[in-house]
């Protein structure tokens, strides 16, 4: 059984004047929902400690990126332990921004799981083919690359602790959403994948990102393998990013 998650990823938009309105928001109108979503905020880590205090028990504080070392020297960086220190149940790893303009390798995104699986946090490790890789014909084996090198050292109850988000670079703040079909196609990939590694694939949530909106959420929810979603603009506005949790199936869990 698995948890359905909409996670919003703020990116590094966002003040805190939308802290207030749009968590205030989700926090009065989540209750109405009666579908078992789990909604996340992921908000820039300076505004951490402004979400989880106006965010109640009922919504999930995510932060985008940790440190892939304990603690020390490393100015400008924050550890696993601050984010579980600071409440965040959640964290991003991998994202394609972070592999892009930030050098994170697979390499590096196996020292962040292990940091977050030492500290009890969720890694929501996000893997993602160019545009180029499509059509060049090499998307599943891209990602399925991703996912064992980014996941190579998990085992046992540790992939309890583990969330995969699917996001297509192509996908990402361009409007243009992978078809239900090819995102549940690659849903399905992956969740082979971590069988093949030895992981309860069957237990691990997995998440669409790119472009979700709410007029096309539901139809990527209501697939077999997509769990969930990691959205970026349209979780910037409050009604949107309720809209988006409201298209989830109904049910307690997959
Ligand atoms: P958009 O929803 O803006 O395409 O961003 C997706 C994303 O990168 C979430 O992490």
Not at 27 to 34: M, T
Not at 69 to 76: I, L, N, V
Not at 170 to 177: D, E, L, M, S, V
Request: net charge negative.
């Amino acid at each position: 059984m698995r948890r359905k998650i909409v996670a919003g990823n703020w990116k590094m938009n966002g003040s805190r004047g939308l802290v207030e309105n749009l968590v205030g928001y989700v926090r009065s109108e989540l209750p109405s929902l009666d579908n078992g979503v789990e909604a996340v905020i992921i908000p820039p880590a300076l505004y951490i400690g402004d979400v989880t205090s106006l965010a109640g028990a009922q919504i999930a504080v995510g932060v985008q990126n940790v440190a892939r070392w304990d603690s020390g020297a490393y100015t400008g960086e924050v550890s696993a332990a601050m984010a579980r220190d600071c409440g965040c149940r959640y964290a991003l790893v991998g994202h394609s921004e972070r592999r892009q303009l930030f050098a994170e390798t697979d390499a590096v995104v196996a020292e962040k799981v292990t940091q977050l699986l030492s500290q009890g946090v969720v890694a929501i490790v996000c893997v993602g083919e160019t545009l180029a890789e499509r059509e060049a014909g090499q998307a599943e084996e891209v990602v399925a690359t991703q996912v064992r090198k980014g996941l190579g050292n998990v085992s046992g109850s540790e992939w309890q602790k583990i969330v995969v988000a699917y996001e297509p670079v192509w996908a990402i703040g361009t409007g243009k959403t992978a078809t239900s079909s090819d995102a549940q196609a690659m849903h399905q990939s992956i969740r082979s994948v971590l069988s093949d590694m030895g992981a309860p694939a069957e237990a691990i949530s997995l998440l669409y990102g790119g472009s979700v909106k709410a007029d096309n959420a539901a139809a990527l929810f209501a697939e077999p393998d997509i769990d969930g979603g990691l959205i970026g603009g349209a979780s910037l506005v409050a009604t949107d990013f309720m809209s988006i949790c409201q298209a989830m199936p109904a049910g307690p869990e997959r």
